[in-house]
């Protein structure tokens, strides 16, 4: 990895893995995560934000990263989710405010 390198600890069914990635590299965390993990029916409306498959909770997120924007408070509010750290993860840029975050991938 370069020295730009973003690293995510990633938790899918209680199981921990670490991922690193960089800027640019993928659109969106979902995207990252379906390449990585082979998530079937993870993200169906390709990151669109409507769908809530790829539904994540977070921990460690900084900076403008954190503020929900476009479709996503619409979205997670009709299924019930108010919590900051619950996300959509198309909605999340790959940037370095996801630098040693910890994602972990929610059943929808």
Same mark, same amino acid.
């Given at each position: 990895?370069?020295?730009?390198?973003? &690293?995510?600890?990633?938790?899918?069914?209680? #199981? &921990?893995?670490?991922?690193? @990635?960089? /800027?640019? %590299? =993928?659109?969106?965390?979902?995207?990252?995560?379906? !390449?990585?993990?082979?998530?079937?029916?993870?993200?169906?409306?390709?990151?669109?934000?409507? *769908? #809530? @498959? *790829?539904?994540? &909770?977070?921990?460690?997120? $900084?900076?403008?990263?954190?503020? &929900? %924007?476009? $479709?996503? /408070? #619409? @979205?997670?509010?009709?299924?019930?989710?108010?919590? $900051? !750290?619950?996300?959509?993860?198309?909605?999340?840029?790959?940037? /370095?405010?996801? !630098?040693? #975050? %910890?994602?972990?991938?929610? %059943? =929808?």
């Amino acid at each position: 990895m370069n020295d730009n390198s973003i &690293k995510l600890v990633i938790i899918e069914n209680g #199981a &921990k893995q670490i991922i690193q @990635t960089h /800027p640019g %590299e =993928y659109r969106n965390l979902m995207m990252l995560l379906r !390449d990585k993990l082979f998530l079937e029916g993870f993200g169906e409306c390709g990151g669109m934000g409507r *769908c #809530a @498959t *790829c539904i994540i &909770k977070t921990k460690g997120i $900084n900076g403008i990263s954190n503020i &929900k %924007e476009r $479709n996503e /408070p #619409a @979205t997670l509010s009709k299924l019930g989710f108010h919590e $900051n !750290d619950i996300r959509l993860s198309c909605q999340l840029l790959i940037t /370095p405010d996801l !630098d040693n #975050a %910890e994602i972990e991938i929610m %059943e =929808y």
